[in-house]
């Protein structure tokens, strides 16, 4: 971002990055955001990192570090949204693909945060309300799930069985919440993709 707005600053004489006519600067800011928020095809580093984090650090990473650049896509978006449009289809496939044949929890949900992020991309050119729902209702799913992988200390899909004798409601919330995340009708996190396939 920092090379963006000197390369923007050199080019035209000024540091407002929100409205560059050039489009190496737009090129080069949203391929900075796309990689700090682990857009495909810029994802490769997500799934890594998430596996070597805390779950605390973890949920940082996956809901709170996420906010400060979707604000940026929110006010750069019109000047590229063709691009956005694009880095949103493919990270709603990447992620999709990517989480089959995990057993890691984490992996799974950072797969499943790239797949999210596609999704709040891909409407954000078309609906910003929409698109600060989902964001708020995948904060919440979120925000849910890491805290009851922190309270049963469940690190892959197999110990999430064993976890029934410690806390068994929350050992029933758990699969419902992951489910939400996947986005299956009857739940919560089927409704921000109904209305944006609408």
């Not at 600067?25 to 700090?36: D, E, G, R």
């Not at 910003?128 to 995948?138: D, G, K, Q, R």
């Not at 919330?173 to 921000?192: D, E, I, K, N, R």
Request: charged share 5%; no cysteine; proline share 7%.
């Amino acid at each position: 971002l920092l090379f963006a707005s000197i390369s923007n600053a050199f080019l035209t004489g000024e540091w407002d990055i929100l409205q560059t006519p050039n489009t190496l600067t737009s090129s080069l800011i949203t391929l900075a955001l796309a990689m700090k928020i682990g857009l495909a095809p810029l994802h490769s580093w997500m799934p890594e990192v998430m596996q070597g984090l805390s779950l605390l650090n973890g949920l940082i990473l996956s809901t709170w570090q996420k906010l400060a650049p979707l604000y940026l896509i929110y006010q750069i978006q019109p000047t590229n949204s063709n691009i956005f449009i694009t880095l949103g289809l493919l990270s709603i496939i990447v992620g999709g693909w990517g989480g089959f044949n995990q057993v890691q929890l984490r992996k799974i949900l950072a797969y499943s945060s790239i797949a999210h992020l596609g999704w709040m991309i891909l409407i954000l050119s078309f609906s910003p309300p929409l698109a600060l729902l989902t964001i708020l209702i995948y904060l919440l799913m979120t925000f849910s799930l890491f805290s009851s992988f922190m309270l049963t200390r469940t690190p892959h899909i197999n110990s999430l069985a064993t976890t029934w004798a410690k806390i068994p409601i929350l050992t029933i919330s758990t699969p419902l919440v992951l489910l939400s995340l996947g986005g299956l009708p009857p739940l919560t996190g089927f409704m921000p993709k109904w209305l944006i396939l609408q």
